[in-house]
């Protein structure tokens, strides 16, 4: 399973640190910080092996911030060489608008990933899903972040997609928003992104992949690490203190034992990818 670490243009030096590969940045984010995109694209300090762009269609949902789909269209011809996934464009909660996106982008060349949304107040049309399917072998669901949603209506809906999906071969599933462990146990998600490792620098907090467990610890020792030190630092990214670098860091790499837990055990199933 490939996990892309999400809003990682924010905090380059741990990612560098880390040696993380895979990282999913926002087009909205990234386009509102436009005064550090330069003719060279990795001027937002990544050098991964991939980079997801998201059309930032969540944020912009949430914002009430209409996206213009021909600037993003643009952008994306121009760094294709930069970006290997990028989203459509979605209209959360419309989906008719969300397919004219996906038309578009498709006639204008390009290849985005059409996403299956569990959107508030909707009933998902799973026939959507059965036609993309029929000529996409990579697709994405979101819903991880519940956007309303009960935990027990998100397991519903993806027990019905993931049905859906086995009657066809090998096809490729993006989580967005995953990190729930019985989520990633439960469903052979090929890539999933999450922010979670995010929450030390909100809370000033480490987590530890542990007993394929996550553990959340705010005083002790670990591996030779004093959480106390760790801690006890500004947990505002504007800092960048060495304490907040190392508590980022540490979150990261528990986050990685924890992405090849899951890759182990799908394989040992007899899910593989070969990529």
């Known amino acids: 399973m490939i996990m892309y670490y999400a809003g990682a243009d924010a905090i380059s030096k741990p990612i560098k640190i880390a040696n993380i590969k895979n990282v999913l940045i926002s087009y909205y984010e990234t386009e509102g910080r436009s005064k550090k995109i330069t003719s060279n694209a990795p001027a937002l300090g990544l050098e991964s092996d991939r ?3 998201d059309s930032g269609a969540f944020a912009a949902y949430n914002l009430n911030i209409e996206i213009d789909i021909h600037e993003y269209i643009r952008y994306l011809i121009k760094w294709d060489d ?3 996934v990028y989203a459509g464009l979605d209209v959360i909660g419309n989906d008719k608008e969300t397919d004219i996106n996906q038309d578009i982008m498709e006639e204008a060349g390009l290849n985005p990933l059409w996403t299956f949304h569990l959107a508030p107040n909707s009933h998902p049309d799973y026939n959507r899903l059965r036609k993309r399917i029929e000529t996409n072998d990579y697709i994405a669901l979101g819903g991880g972040a519940l956007h309303g949603r009960s935990r027990i ?3 519903k809906h993806f027990d019905k997609c993931f049905k859906i999906m086995s009657e066809y071969n090998a096809i ?3 989580g967005f928003g995953i990190n729930s462990l019985d989520i990633l146990k439960r469903y052979p998600f090929y890539s999933v992104d999450s922010t ?12 530890t992949f542990e ?8 005083t002790g020792r670990i591996d030779g690490i004093t ?8 947990s505002a990214p504007e800092g960048k203190t ?3 670098i190392d508590r980022t860091v540490f979150n990261l790499l528990e986050a990685e034992k924890m992405g090849k837990f899951i890759t182990d055990l799908w394989t040992a199933r007899g899910v593989t990818w070969n990529d």
């Open 153 to 155: 209506a998100l397991i």
């Open 196 to 207: 979670s490792y995010l929450r030390g620098t909100k809370y000033g907090q480490i987590a």
């Open 242 to 244: 060495k304490k907040w």
């Open 227 to 234: 959480m106390g030190n760790l801690l006890n630092a500004d």
């Open 211 to 218: 007993d394929a467990k996550i553990k959340s610890y705010y």
């Open 172 to 174: 490729k599933v993006h």
């Open 51 to 53: 980079i997801f762009m």
């Open 82 to 84: 930069w970006i290997e």
